[in-house]
């Protein structure tokens, strides 16, 4: 049994277009499916099409959620319900290609457990948003302890065994693809191409992409908290340096750029002072409460989504 999870939200003018060719891909594979598509709280028709091709192919199975909870839960909930000896993730809007899905089964049957997609080429993607993505990849590699393959996003095949284990992770602010790193296993990549999408706009706009990148740092990483000290001691031994050089200024009373500190007494030191470590102390309290942030997400265990309606999968609990 292959389990293929594909996370769509309003993507009506895409779903049959993707349907037909995992259809073909799957007779060309013979193994067993079972297309699951999570409905991320969609507003236009992607539920009622997925229901019309359930009632035409049984394969096809639906989890909608009651609102839009993001991309990373629809996956996470994708694979709780999933079935399948291996699981696959790919996007609903065709820029991840279905014809890749046999290459991957074929590593699998090699005996990897985990097979992940390295994107060569990302067509209809602006420069800002490539190079962004290409600098995110290579510094928070930098940043963890695990191994991170460069350039590789969710779609990727993974074992029943990483698939349990990713079910058995409570985290809330959930960045899969590190998930799947952390976990382990053997692991290669394939290469593809990513196509331009078949219609419609991008769901990934910069912010959502930068709140995944803060969620991949804060989750797996505690640098943030490291670098606090260094900044810290960096801008103490900045401000001593400067208050040697504001008493000199006092003492001699020579002019810099007209000024003296006899016509303004008192000010240099005290705004030398404010604003350094003032800088410093917000600077540091914004990424202390990040991480506190996360830990009050925790606290509260809340599930991880709520789904309103299930089309061809027997009911869970929401987490």
């Known amino acids: 049994m292959i389990s293929i999870i594909i996370p769509v939200f309003n993507e009506g003018k895409n779903v049959e277009k993707l349907y037909e060719r995992l259809s073909t891909v799957a007779k060309e594979i ?58 696959i993730v790919i996007d609903g809007d065709l820029q991840d290609r279905p014809e890749t899905l046999g290459e991957f089964i074929s590593k699998w049957r090699e005996g990897y457990q985990v097979v992940y997609a390295i994107r060569q080429m990302r067509a209809d993607e602006g420069i800002i948003k ?32 990483v698939v349990e284990h990713l079910n058995s992770m409570p985290e809330r602010n959930r960045f899969v693809r590190g998930l799947r790193s952390w976990i382990g296993y053997r692991q290669t990549g394939v290469v593809v191409n990513r196509d331009a999408r078949h219609s419609g706009k991008a769901k990934y706009t910069f912010k959502k992409s930068f709140r995944l990148a803060k969620d991949a740092v804060i989750g797996f990483s505690h640098v943030p908290l490291h670098y606090i000290g260094v900044l810290g001691v960096t801008v103490a031994f900045i401000a001593f340096i400067a208050s040697v050089f504001v008493i000199a200024h006092r003492v001699i009373g020579f002019k810099m750029l007209g000024y003296s500190p006899q016509d303004y007494p008192g000010y240099a030191s005290l705004m030398l002072a404010v604003l350094f470590f003032g800088g410093v102390q917000l600077f540091a309290l914004g990424i202390l409460g990040e991480y506190i942030g996360r830990i009050f997400d925790e606290t509260k265990n809340r599930p991880l989504f709520i789904a309103k309606e299930f089309v061809g999968i027997e009911k869970k609990e929401d987490r």
């Open 130 to 161: 490539k190079w962004t993505s290409w600098a995110f990849y290579r510094v928070f590699s930098k940043m963890v302890t695990m191994d991170i393959p460069l350039d590789s996003g969710d779609f990727c095949l993974m074992d029943r065994v």
């Open 30 to 87: 013979k193994d067993e499916m079972e297309f699951i598509f999570v409905d991320d709280g969609s507003r236009d028709s992607s539920l009622e099409l997925i229901k019309g091709l359930n009632k035409k192919d049984p394969r096809v199975k639906a989890v909608s959620f009651s609102r839009n909870f993001g991309h990373q839960v629809a996956v996470s909930a994708g694979l709780r319900f999933s079935r399948g000896d291996a699981v």
